[in-house]
């Protein structure tokens, strides 16, 4: 396999809080992403999906560790380098409506990345040309350069944004959630849309969700967050055949399905409360849900190989 392209190296990310204390929004994160495959990133709500993404785009600074694009670390880059790196590394945001300036038109919208980071000057022939050759290639007609976020469905203005992030050409993109706030059919063709760009152009993606369903068909590789903290990191379809961690059991169980012949399949179910991120303690953050937790989990859970590929941060993983 080819080097990765992008890679970090216990990437930490933490926060103050008025009280004084720190909250661990993301801690000792190693991942490894190659040239034309996804990362998926898994979890629920608040624990540091996005904030992860930010930071290894560096739109947010790390609090510890590094973030490699090409083996090149990129904390030493100054604001003109980072500029120019922004070519390669983009993002796709969560909202479309808030990330997009309601007071500038979809064509403007789409060809303000290349007049900030575009490098060389291009005429105004040239720039129409690109923005509205991207625009069709994401699934925008023409008949749309002129019209306004506000005139827009979500799935269009998701399409705005994609094309925001495809218009300079990059090699990786951090997707947050593109698809959460669309409806199932508009969905599809997003993600279709987007396995479409990744083949035609070798792109990398981290691919940040809570839908397991969507996670399974995007990606290559999944990784599963906690409060912060990796617990599982697998190829997908060994992720899926044999989870190891008992919160990965615990996702997987929950996801939906219609086949009756899967009715009376055993559910994972979790009690208790999803401890405070400030100041933690030591060892495991899911131990005080963890049904297998015992004195030894709350000393300290590291993320060991336990098949090639196959990452597990649990010392029972193989008895629970």
């Given amino acids: 396999m080819a080097a990765p392209l992008v890679e970090t190296v216990g990437l930490s990310k933490y926060f103050k809080t008025s009280g004084g204390g720190l909250l661990h929004a993301?801690?000792?994160?190693d991942l490894k992403i190659y040239p034309g495959r996804t990362l998926g990133v898994v979890g629920e709500s608040g624990c540091g999906k996005s904030t992860l993404g930010r930071t290894v785009l560096r739109l947010q600074m790390p609090s510890a560790g590094d973030v490699l694009f090409e083996?090149?670390?990129?904390?030493?880059?100054?604001?003109?380098?980072?500029?120019?790196?922004?070519?390669?590394?983009?993002?796709?945001?969560?909202?479309?409506?808030?990330?997009?300036?309601?007071?500038?038109?979809?064509?403007?919208?789409?060809?303000?990345?290349?007049?900030?980071?575009?490098?060389?000057?291009?005429?105004r022939a040239e720039l129409g040309e690109q923005v509205l050759g991207i625009m069709e290639k994401c699934g925008l007609p023409r008949r749309y350069a002129n019209s306004y976020p506000h005139e827009l469905d979500g799935g269009r203005r998701q399409r705005v944004g994609?094309?925001?992030?495809?218009?300079?050409?990059?090699?990786?993109?951090?997707?947050?959630?593109?698809?959460?706030?669309l409806d199932v059919s508009i969905q599809a063709?997003?993600?279709?849309?987007?396995?479409?760009?990744?083949?035609?152009?070798?792109?990398a993606y981290m691919f940040i969700t809570h839908d397991l369903?969507?996670?399974r068909h995007i990606s290559d590789d999944i990784m599963v967050m906690y409060m912060g903290?990796?617990?599982?990191?697998?190829?997908?379809?060994?992720?899926?055949?044999?989870?190891?961690?008992?919160?990965?059991?615990?996702?997987?169980?929950?996801?939906?399905?219609?086949?009756?012949?899967?009715?009376?399949?055993?559910?994972?179910?979790?009690?208790?409360?999803?401890?405070?991120?400030?100041?933690p303690p030591a060892g495991c953050r899911f131990a005080p849900r963890c049904p297998y937790a015992d004195e030894g989990c709350r000393v300290g859970v590291r993320l060991e190989e336990v098949s090639p590929g196959h990452l597990c941060a649990c010392r029972r993983s193989r008895e629970a």
């Fill in 213 to 215: 369903c969507v996670v």
């Fill in 71 to 123: 083996g090149e670390s990129i904390l030493k880059y100054g604001r003109r380098r980072m500029k120019e790196l922004h070519r390669d590394m983009q993002m796709i945001f969560q909202d479309p409506y808030s990330s997009l300036d309601p007071r500038m038109s979809v064509y403007d919208l789409v060809a303000e990345p290349l007049r900030e980071l575009g490098g060389r000057r291009t005429s």
């Fill in 229 to 279: 903290c990796v617990l599982e990191y697998a190829p997908k379809e060994e992720l899926f055949k044999n989870p190891l961690h008992p919160y990965t059991r615990a996702l997987l169980s929950a996801i939906p399905t219609t086949d009756l012949s899967r009715r009376g399949r055993q559910r994972h179910m979790l009690s208790g409360e999803v401890s405070s991120p400030v100041d």
């Fill in 189 to 203: 063709q997003i993600l279709n849309l987007l396995m479409d760009l990744q083949q035609e152009h070798g792109l």
């Fill in 26 to 29: 993301v801690e000792d994160v």
């Fill in 162 to 181: 994609l094309a925001r992030a495809m218009v300079v050409n990059p090699r990786f993109i951090v997707c947050d959630e593109p698809v959460s706030a």
